[in-house]
């Protein structure tokens, strides 16, 4: 049973378009992240929610909005995709707002 | 900008060597030290977490952190080459309700057989 899962694992799509990505997490914790791996493998927090609250949002273009509609859910919706968008994008859970992450299996997006 | 730094490598090793991988970071008031490895094309994967200055053995994992040095490092004992991968260096800041944890860029390890 996977304990962070994400879906899908591979989107390509092209510039301007609209594109979602759906996290569940079934560790029963409270946090969900949402971070963003580059080419170059460095990975960089996005997003943060505890409890359904959003408690990080670190500099990120408006076009990406994330949605918590409970606890076991984080979504990441993406508009007006851009080229520089294109990178593998991580979905995380914690038990705390402390606690040691476990991430799901990543979702590469390619923008063309 | 609160900063976690470690060597890009890529570190090569032979196997039954000791690995060594350093991390330092920039806020000096951060509380947990964690150590994550990630496979080429997979997600990072929890190795080692360490809160308090000292060494912590599970293994032949050792995590080793100096906080008055403001450094953290992993020392892999006996490498097998199926320890090959990149090793995350992660803080978590504290300070109000953000409690953010940033990665370091990743060190790249190679276990020669």
């Known amino acids: 049973d996977t304990a962070v899962s994400q879906t899908p694992k591979y989107l390509v799509t092209q510039m301007g378009n609209d594109k979602s990505i759906k996290c569940e997490q079934n560790?029963?914790?409270?946090?969900m992240y949402w971070y963003k791996q580059d080419s170059k493998k460095f990975l960089k927090i996005m997003f943060s929610?505890?409890?359904?609250?959003?408690?990080i949002n670190e500099t990120v273009p408006n076009r990406f909005s994330p949605k918590s509609p409970d606890k076991a859910h984080l979504n990441l919706h993406i508009n007006s995709l851009e080229l520089g968008d294109s990178a593998v994008y991580f979905c995380?859970?914690?038990?705390?707002?402390?606690?040691?992450?476990?991430f799901g299996e990543g979702s590469r997006l390619t923008v063309l | 900008q609160k900063e976690v730094e470690q060597n890009s490598g890529p570190l090569s090793v032979p196997e039954g060597a000791i690995a060594s991988l350093n991390c330092t970071y920039s806020?000096?008031?951060?509380?947990?030290f964690f150590w994550y490895r990630q496979y080429s094309g997979k997600s990072p994967e929890l190795i080692m977490s360490?809160?308090?200055?000292g060494d912590k053995e599970d293994g032949r994992f050792t995590a080793q952190l100096n906080k008055a040095s403001q450094y953290v490092s992993l020392l892999i004992r006996d490498s097998q080459p199926s320890d090959s991968a990149t090793y995350l260096c992660?803080?978590?800041?504290?300070?109000?309700?953000?409690?953010?944890?940033?990665f370091g860029k990743g060190t790249l390890l190679t276990v020669n057989p």
């Open positions: 992660a803080v978590r800041n504290s300070g109000g309700s953000n409690y953010k944890l940033t």
């Open positions: 929610y505890n409890n359904k609250e959003l408690i």
């Open positions: 560790l029963g914790h409270d946090t």
């Open positions: 806020d000096r008031v951060s509380q947990s």
């Open positions: 995380a859970s914690s038990r705390t707002r402390t606690g040691e992450l476990f």
């Open positions: 360490i809160y308090s200055n």
